[in-house]
Each structure stands twice: as structure tokens, then as C-alpha cells.
């Protein structure tokens, strides 16, 4: 079945430092979603990208899909506390956008931690 | 964010105990989902319901046992659960349909089993 691997699995930054996770499916995706979940808290969308290539940004964070659609990347610049937290990446559960409606296969998280 | 609730926000239950967790969308979606979320585990979808419907069963122990009386309304019942199925249990809903399906998640339920 499709799997989407992210990496690292933990990364510590200095404030003010960068950062930046990569995800990679095993098949092509039709969009690739990204979510941010707080300690303690639950999953929030964050960002759809649905183009080969293409490139979004919202304030210091920066989000690319790969041109084959198979790897995406979230980029922040110059980390701050409220940074804290585990993004994940999520692409369609069939890949190319079958009949598997709704359906999301998450990757594992890459769990970032700033200190101060 | 009140989109989403689920009720109860922490459960202790013991192995032989029946339980319920309710969840519930105010945002007009037409899918609800169940995941499950361990600690080091990505989240692994447990069930898919759309328009009442369920579409999605992932291997999921018959000790789980889902039910979407509408397209508001998901619950999940539980019965003669193990150790290993503490965990945090996250609602979700969308809107499927053409454009971007994010989905809107819950709280969670943090539910330990003694």
C-alpha cells in the first residue's frame, strides 16, 4: 500500500534558527496536505499543494511539491517558540485520487522543538 | 475552535468495561473519520464514513465498533478493550467534493486502558 515517510523524526533548533522537513511518498500524489499539532493539541491544516512543482508561502513558512509529485517540503525561516510542534504531511490514501474519498495517509511527523 | 467536539476528553476504562466516545461537526461536512494516535506511531486512519456511509475499515478490531447516525453524529463504541489500545482517538470531518478536502479534526479523546 502507499506510505508516506518523513524525515527527520525529531529536529531541536536555536530560535531563530531554520528549519525544514521533507516528505516522500512511495506514489505519485494528486495534492499533498500539510498539518501542524501543538503539544497537547489535535492536527490543523495548514496548507493543499496540488501542482507539479509549485511553491506556497505564508509568512516565514515556505512549502514546495515536488515536480514528479512524489516528495514535498516545508521550510521555516527563522524559527520562533510558537514553531513548537509536530508537522505532519498527508497525501490522498490512493495516491493519484481514486475512490478512496477523504481518505489521508499521514507520515509520521517530524516533531520540531526551539530553544529560547 | 468549536468546528469540531468530542466528548469525553479523557476516559479511563477498564479491559472489560463498554464505553462510548461521541464526536460531533458543526461545520456541514459530509465525511467523518476515526484515527488513532500512539505515541512515535503516525496517525493511523481507523474508519471513513461519507454521506453515512461507512467506505473505509482498516483492519480495525471488531472491539471498535463505529456509528454514524448522521452526517453530524460519529461515535465509537468500545468493548473488552486491551492495554495497547490507549491512546488519543481524533475526529475528523470534510467536505468532500471538487477543491481542497482538509480535514478538520477534534480535540480527541486521551483514552487509557487499565
Known amino acids: 500500500g502507499q506510505q508516506v515517510m518523513q524525515i527527520p523524526q525529531y529536529q531541536h533548533v536555536q530560535e531563530g534558527e531554520d528549519f525544514t522537513t521533507y516528505c516522500n511518498s512511495s506514489?505519485?500524489?494528486?495534492?499533498i496536505q500539510w498539518y501542524k499539532q501543538r503539544p497537547g493539541g489535535h492536527p490543523v491544516f495548514l496548507i493543499q499543494?496540488?501542482?507539479?512543482?509549485e511553491v506556497k508561502k505564508q509568512k516565514r513558512l515556505t512549502f514546495q511539491f515536488g515536480e514528479a509529485k512524489k516528495n514535498s517540503s516545508l521550510h521555516i525561516t527563522a524559527t520562533q517558540t510558537t514553531d513548537v510542534g509536530t508537522y505532519f504531511c498527508?497525501?490522498?490514501?490512493?495516491?493519484?485520487?481514486?475512490?478512496?474519498?477523504?481518505?489521508?495517509?499521514f507520515g509520521q511527523g517530524t516533531i520540531l522543538t526551539v530553544h529560547p | 475552535e468549536t468546528g469540531v467536539t468530542q466528548t469525553p476528553r479523557h476516559l479511563v476504562m477498564g479491559m472489560t468495561n463498554k464505553k462510548s466516545l461521541k464526536c460531533e461537526q458543526h461545520l456541514g461536512h459530509n465525511a467523518m473519520y476515526w484515527y488513532k494516535q500512539s505515541a512515535k506511531k503516525p496517525l493511523e486512519l481507523m474508519f471513513v464514513?461519507?454521506?453515512?456511509?461507512?467506505?473505509e475499515n482498516n483492519s480495525v478490531p471488531s472491539r471498535f465498533s463505529p456509528e454514524c447516525p448522521n452526517s453530524s453524529h460519529l461515535f465509537l463504541h468500545l468493548h473488552t478493550l486491551q492495554p495497547e489500545d490507549s491512546a488519543l482517538y481524533l475526529c475528523?470531518?470534510?467536505?468532500?467534493?471538487?477543491?481542497?478536502?482538509?480535514?478538520?479534526f477534534g480535540p480527541g479523546t486521551r483514552l487509557t486502558v487499565t
Open positions: 475528523a470531518s470534510s467536505q468532500e467534493g471538487p477543491g481542497i478536502h482538509e480535514q478538520y
Open positions: 506514489t505519485t500524489l494528486s495534492n
Open positions: 464514513y461519507n454521506f453515512k456511509e461507512q467506505t
Open positions: 498527508a497525501g490522498p490514501g490512493d495516491g493519484a485520487g481514486g475512490t478512496s474519498y477523504g481518505k489521508l495517509t
Open positions: 499543494l496540488v501542482k507539479s512543482g
